[in-house]
């Protein structure tokens, strides 16, 4: 197989959009991507063919929707690798999937326990650690990030203690575009004891993962950044630790018993699955995996670096554009400022050429405040963009730059 963006685009109904009088050239998927026909098709296909609430009942509808439902978690095993579909939890969201482990295990962390993070992390993945900073005393360390945009490994192998609790750190940077050693970052860890949760929301876009390989204890991710729908993410976990969690929020089925005394939990996944699920989003976010898995995967990993190698070098040399982010290895996302600009302003007249880019925090101000930047702008590159629009961008901000020049 190779891959076809010409025949990857007209799955997108989006991507026929104009905007200010060009066509949408959509930079901004590392925020939110746009969805494919079979996603969009799934979803409505279940509100309109099948649909009641889950694992409840007994009559047709029911059964066919908890088939629906249990067969998008099996996807999802699939695409990551999992050893046993009992380690799929679907959330909310990669920030759900992080704040109910952090809840949950951070219910034994006593104070002086420490958790290390990184500088690069997104807010998603620093905050639920902060909230156990301001309840418990625990202690956050943040792993360095080297000028280039990479882990400090030095650094972080030094912070591994005897108080170390947890590693959360991010599979791949969603400012730096930069892919950490994961692997190296687990088997230190592991070395020491103490667990790992990867936060993959940008990293299961533009590679392979298998958690298995890369033995992490959770792993966790977005639907909305993997060409499905919001409202929908998954906390991969290892079945034994799973298990060692209490459960997150109580509600409707994630009891096995409950009385007036006493309450016994379910097993995992529905231990954590309070309440009525997100069940169209996730058969939406199971579409999105079947179609991705009917795509070449290494092909679209060999386009992406194609797109951010264009535009790299179209502006290499040029000095008015600083980028942020150049380790080697790095994924498909451009971060950067332009002299003399506010990030905003550059987005609003990239916009006015129909390119969609975003700019501010990205939900990463400690790794901004390491850039000695309060903003910056990104473009992130999806498997639907072309060269030409590569191209396009890269022409809309030679134009955007005489408006500071
Ligand atoms: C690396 C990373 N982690 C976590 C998140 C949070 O994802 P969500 O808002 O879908 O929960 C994002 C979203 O931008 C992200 O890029």
New binding site residues.
């Given amino acids: 197989m190779s891959f076809d963006v010409a025949a990857a685009r007209a799955q997108f109904p989006i991507l026929q959009r104009r905007i200010n009088g060009h066509p949408l050239i959509y930079l901004d998927s590392?925020?939110s991507a746009q969805k494919p026909r079979a996603v969009i098709d799934a979803m409505s296909g279940a509100m309109e063919g099948s649909y009641a609430n889950v694992h409840r009942g007994l009559h047709t509808l029911a059964n066919e929707t908890t088939d629906a439902y249990e067969r998008a978690r099996e996807s999802v095993r699939r695409f990551v690798n999992a050893a046993e579909v009992n380690e799929i939890v679907f959330t909310k969201?990669?920030?759900e999937a992080i704040n109910l482990v952090a809840s949950s295990f951070g219910k034994r962390l006593t104070a002086g326990d420490e958790i290390i993070v990184s500088q690069m992390e997104?807010h998603?993945?620093i905050v639920p650690w902060h909230f156990l900073r301001a309840a418990k005393g625990v202690v956050l360390r943040f792993t360095p990030v080297l000028e280039n945009g990479a882990l400090d490994m030095d650094a972080y192998r030094a912070l591994l203690g005897p108080r170390t609790r947890m590693v959360a750190v991010?599979h791949m940077s969603?400012v730096l575009g930069t892919v950490n050693p994961v692997a190296e970052i687990i088997q230190a860890a592991h070395a020491a004891g103490v667990p790992v949760l990867l936060?993959g929301?940008?990293a299961i876009v533009h590679m392979p993962v298998d958690v298995q390989a890369l033995d992490a204890d959770f792993y966790v991710f977005?639907g909305?950044?993997l060409y499905g729908p919001t409202g929908i993410?998954v906390l991969y976990g290892k079945r034994d630790r799973l298990l060692d969690l209490p459960p997150y929020q109580g509600g409707g089925e994630m009891i096995r018993t409950v009385t007036e005394e006493a309450i016994t939990y379910a097993e995992p996944p529905h231990r954590f699955e309070a309440g009525t699920p997100a069940i169209i989003e996730a058969i939406g976010l199971g579409a999105a995996i079947e179609w991705l898995e009917t795509l070449d995967r290494g092909a679209i990993v060999a386009h992406e670096a194609g797109l951010l190698d264009r535009v790299t070098e179209r502006l290499d040399g040029v000095n008015w554009i600083k980028v942020i982010g150049q380790a080697p290895g790095k994924g498909a996302i451009f971060a950067f400022n332009m002299q003399g600009a506010h990030a905003h302003d550059v987005a609003q007249i990239l916009d006015r050429y129909g390119v969609a880019v975003r700019a501010g925090t990205h939900?990463a101000e400690p790794l901004l405040r390491r850039f000695g930047a309060t903003s910056s702008v990104r473009a992130s590159f999806a498997l639907y963009n072309s060269l030409e629009e590569a191209d396009a961008f890269v022409d809309a901000l030679h134009k955007a730059q005489t408006f500071f020049a």
């Fill in positions: 590392g925020a969201g990669a920030t997104h998603a993945n991010t969603n936060d929301c940008q977005s909305h950044k993410g939900c």
